[in-house]
């Protein structure tokens, strides 16, 4: 894009404007050239030629040259002139045109009268030669030669100098730099100037004179300006001036007392209180000076100060300040007394009471002493409370004066007084009659407790202690007004005076003082506000009750203070102890007897009663009276500061001879109180009632136990003594084990086997475990006539040893030796035979009667009959087995019973029987176990045939003839069970391996075990590997069933693995065939299971026991697609039986079906077959196997025999179902020349498809 910028240039000439002479010029040429502006007036008229001209305009004017002799400047101006001309037409057309006009007039600056030629007379300011204050007007705006007081270029008055009084100049623009000042204001020669003119002469500079407005300088040093003014130490300006009138330093006290007191009237005692307030300045000082009614208080004091400063000469100034003209000192003192109360009591003021003799005009120069006494207080109608205060102030001031002549008044003079200082010290009285208190008592004062250790009013380190020290601590004391200035701990001795205990003031006691002057009064008033310590050392050797006293004094300044006391009590002992009194007050337990110095109890329930009265005594405690109560003394101690709670109060310490706790426990062992040597410090169970001196017990106990009871006898101080009593328990009488008869070693008998009694032998067990056997009685008697065959036999010594051992070695049957935990060692065996010669007849009775007595007086008593008999029992039968079952001829367990039946005994009856096990019969001499059953059982060593004897013995022992059994044979070998064939089974034909023996078998589609026409590894790792090939059947021989068959045809690289699935084809009916035998025990039958899984039982199918090796199951409803398993078991005649099982069978009675089509393709190398994925169908299968197979007519494979499909380049079976297979064209005859047709068949192997 092309851009066409048209650019306008406009031309504007500004109008012109004055100047002055002091503008400047620009030069563009020549010395008389210069292009200046100026607004001159138009006064020349232009004419031209033509007569139509309309108008003329001018637009600027400018200098274009000047005369420097003359001041004329020739100037030049641009007008425009407007016309009228003609058109070629003759029309008349209105134009413009710009002219350049030149002319004469005067330069800017200069100016001419009238009729002059030239511009000669200078303008100055307007004014055509005019110059103010006698100046000359010679050059444009410039005045020269102006008076002495002025300044070029006007004429002006020159800048003034401040307090000068005639100031010349020059001109500008160094008016300022040029300008002295020739004499200063009040300049009064010798006496004085108030300036000074500075050496430049440009400045007039304050002196210290005598002007109101200057510094004085006094008292002070000025030796000129009024700067160099030192004012004297002490002294500095008022403010608002400048001069050395105030003073800065205070007034000096140097001594300052006030007293009060009570005037004498003979019953008030003497207590004055003197405060010197100038050396505790400001201080609060407590006094508890109290006045009688309508009497006054007196107050006294003295008070001495002083001001002497020290005073510079006036030097040069003495003409208007005379050496006599001034003085300074103390000019006023006063004391102001205020008495302040409550709101009944309003502020009452006295003063200020002043010091008379001297004021600012008449001040005192040396030491002033000021005495003074008040007498007006308390007012009428007050009365004086703690709290009120009486505050006192001491004031001294201090000035002066000093005369100043004004020398501009001729020597008028006039005094000046100085600004001073005061100084005051002060002092108050507050008046305390409170005592201290403790926080912790309500309603005695404000303040609270804040502070754990506030709780201790006065805390002892131990009320009972047996060191010879003692610790205390305090804290929490307070005092509202003039707070806590003194703590006084005192340590005092406790008498017995009748049946109290009391301070003895007989004895001297220990002082401990803390002092809490000088510390802040709010911590005084908070009583130190910290917790406080004490110790004390005691009498080793003087065990006593003793008190620690705190005495709290509050700070008032009277000598008799406010005062509150308390006290803490404690026992100091290392000396006393508690004993028992055994042989006085024994020990003991309600209901117990004691035999031959033991104590038993004879009963297991309710509670047990253990008693120590009067058996524990501290004698010093009870002497001395250490837990009396104590003497309570209100007008010492106060309610709530007397120790009225504690461990050691005033109150009795309740007490049983001196024994203030009494606990019990007791322990129970079963080994005679031997483990019971000392209590179990945790289980010591106070008495609540301490004069009771009992506890009652409930535990529960056996016989054989023994209880220890212990009793803890304790003082205050902790002496303790423990005292004990130890029972034993038993409530049971002895023990009587059956009394019977001995015959042939066998004791129990309660038969006699013979007429003659000196041959009878009775043997019995007694005995006690708890408390032994303490008297043994037994007797024979005619339970017919009375008639005592033997009177008694007491065996003596209760046959007691002292030790296990030595019953075992001295018994005669050590096994029978027991102890008790109490009282020793027996033995519980008894034998006995009548000393007589008497005798019975067979079939007679007898009594024996035994009585003993136990060591804890327990008496027991048992009768026993006996009966005569001298004929054997009668045999009977022994059989292998057990009762109930058919005898037993075989057997697989080592254990082996037996029972027998038919032995008997008229008169006595059948005692019992010995047997005895072995490979053969045995005599009744060589049995050893016996039992009263009619059944025996033996473990035997190992497989053979064994036998039992049996002998029978009635209650007298003698024996029957001995009676053998038939025998038994023990076998450990199971049967075996093999060769499983179902009509109906089902799979795909091929190779398998037998995992344990490592056989190789074809197996057939109808599951039969055919020999191989050879064996390699390429074979067996291609096979199917089966746990057990041994289940399944072989295939043999028609013709000779000893014969198995060989798969013929192919060799086994030819053959691919066997199926895993199993199917049946009948869902109705099962035709079973197996193999079973056992060679030692025969087989006794085999049992078919049909089961849902292989873990549950025949639940398919009834359980089927059958002598048989082969058997039909019809009727079983089974469904397609279902999954059974079958077992078959062999059972031996020894009861051992061998399982085989196989599963799971798939029942599938319908073929699979096809529905599609297959596509068939070829690449350089491969034939491939497809189908889609839902053309064959299985419903009873979860998966189905291909193979295929290639012939040369329809149906046939007489090329490739079928064989599982396999993968290839273009065909994959990584997922299911499978729906393609690759077949190599090598092993099809595809190289040869001519035309051929091949069919290929998709099979899924064991359907009909």
Known sequence: MLTTQVVLVAFLIGGCHGFNATESLFDIGGDDLNFVSSPLSMQDNFQFAETDILEELYNTTRVTKRSTRSNLCTYQRSETQYYRSRSRLGRRRRKSRTIIVNYQDCCPGWGRYAGEPSCLRAICFGRLQYCPNGGSCNSP??????????????????????????????????????????????????????????????????TCSWRREHNLCFPGVCNGYHTECQCDAGFTSTPGARDCLKIVTKPTILTATMTVRIPPDGTTPKDDVTIDFHKSPNSVNYINTKPAPNRKIQLEWTATSRFKPTISSPGPREHFIPPSGYKIGLVRENFVFVLSGNQNFPDNSIGPLEETGISPSNPKLAERAFTGQLNQLPPAGWQLQSGHSLKYTYSVYNGGFVTVADLDARGATHPRFLTGESFTQAGTFVFDYSLPYHCTVAGHGARPCTQPFDQRMLELSEAFTKQNQINGKFGGWRDDHAGVLQYDIELKLMHKVGEVLKENEMVGSEHKIIDLNGEGEDERRNGGNREFSVHFDLPPDEPSVYTVVVTVRDAVRNSIKNVRRSRRFFIFDNSSSVESRNERYPLGVDDTVNNRGLWWLRRLDGDVAFRWTDNLINEVHTGQGFLLPIEHVPEFYGDGYDQTSGPRSIHPIDNVHGVV????????????????????????????????????????????????????????????????????????????????????????????????????????????????????LWEIFDNHTDEIVQMYSNMEGRRHFDSLTLCQRDSERPDNCYCTQATGCYNSFFAASPNTNATTEHNHDLHIRLTVTNGAELVVSSVMKISIDLSAPHPGHVFDGAPGDEEVDFQNGRHLTAHWSGFFDPESGVRMYRYGFGVSCQSESQLIQETTGLEASWEAPGPGRYFVTVVAFNNAMEPSAAVCSDGVLITDQRPEVSELSIESLRVRPGLILDASSQEIWYLTDLGRRQKLLNDNETCRSRATVMADSGVLALDLSKFNRTVVLTHEGEFCEQIGPAGTEFYLTKDDRLKLSWIASDSVSGLRHSIVSVMSNEDSVSDLANRLVTTHSSEILDHIDLKDGQQIYLTIAAVNRAGLSSNMSVGPLTVDTSPPSFSGSLSVSTNNEHLLVRWDAGDFVDPESESLEFEIGVGSKEHSTDIVHFERVKQGPECSHSHTPVTCASLELSQLDWSLIGDHTYYVSIDAPMKLS
Not at 682 to 694: D, G
């Open 141 to 206: 705006d410039f005045c020269s030669n102006c008076n002495p007081t002025h300044y070029s270029p006007r004429c002006d008055l020159c800048p003034q100098v401040p307090f000068c009084a005639l100031t010349y100049c020059t001109h500008l623009p160094s008016a300022i730099e040029t300008m002295t000042c020739q004499i200063c204001m009040f300049d009064h020669g010798p006496k004085g100037q108030a300036y000074k003119l500075s050496s430049d002469r440009k400045a007039c500079i304050e």
């Open 661 to 776: 706790r009494f606990a019990s426990q007791f322990g129970v062992d079963a080994v005679g109180g031997r483990s019971l040597q000392q209590p179990d410090q945790s289980r010591w169970l106070t008495t609540t009632n301490i004069h009771a001196q009992m506890q009652s017990f409930r535990f529960d106990r056996r016989d054989g136990e023994s209880a220890k009871f212990w009793v803890i006898g304790e003082d205050v101080m902790g002496n303790s003594r423990v005292n004990s009593f130890l029972m034993h328990i038993d409530s049971s009488p002895a023990e009587l084990g059956t009394l019977s008869l001995t015959n042939r070693g066998v004791e129990g008998l309660v038969v006699h086997h013979s007429r003659d009694l000196h041959s009878l032998r009775a043997h019995w067990t007694a005995s006690d475990l708890h408390s032994g056997l303490h008297t043994v």
